[in-house]
């Protein structure tokens, strides 16, 4: 609440200088806030005004009153976001060049890797697919 206020403010000052700034509120990970502590209701009246601009990022899927004040837009899921995911971590975290140069030649150690991270990623798909966790969000 206090962030639309404080970006109301400075909008009225940029209107005021003739600045053509426009003022925007971020909100990532929207859809994260626990209802129950921190609810979203008191940006309705901000939403419903129009008077600054607001972009919140979800990966769930928000209830009817914030979505009706909104433009959804959904990207599908990517097949090899965990494979990505996975390959980054490892490449960071899992292999060293002192390893490399153990093992031998760059190409085998990245052959050795993939295999690797297949073997951990296909399981983690097959167990995603089952119905007890089909509205599960997330890693």
């Known amino acids: 609440e206090n962030v639309f206020k404080i970006a109301i403010k400075r909008q009225e000052t940029h209107d005021e200088a003739n600045l053509n700034v426009f ?18 209701h008191d940006l309705h009246y901000f939403l419903d005004k129009h008077r600054v601009s ?8 928000l209830d009817a ?8 837009l959904f990207r599908p899921q990517q097949q090899d976001d965990l494979y990505t995911l996975a390959t980054g971590c490892y490449t960071r975290f899992g292999s060293s060049d002192r390893r490399q140069s153990v093992m031998g030649r760059r190409d085998s150690v990245m052959s050795r890797s993939q295999h690797f991270i297949s073997r951990l990623c296909l399981p983690y798909e097959e167990l995603m697919k089952q119905q007890m966790l089909s509205k599960f969000f997330g890693l």
């Open 23 to 40: 003022s925007v509120v971020f909100m990532e990970d929207a859809g994260l806030v626990d209802e129950h502590n921190e609810s979203l």
């Open 54 to 61: 607001f972009v919140a990022t979800s990966s769930h899927i």
């Open 65 to 72: 009153a914030k979505s009706n004040r909104a433009i959804n």
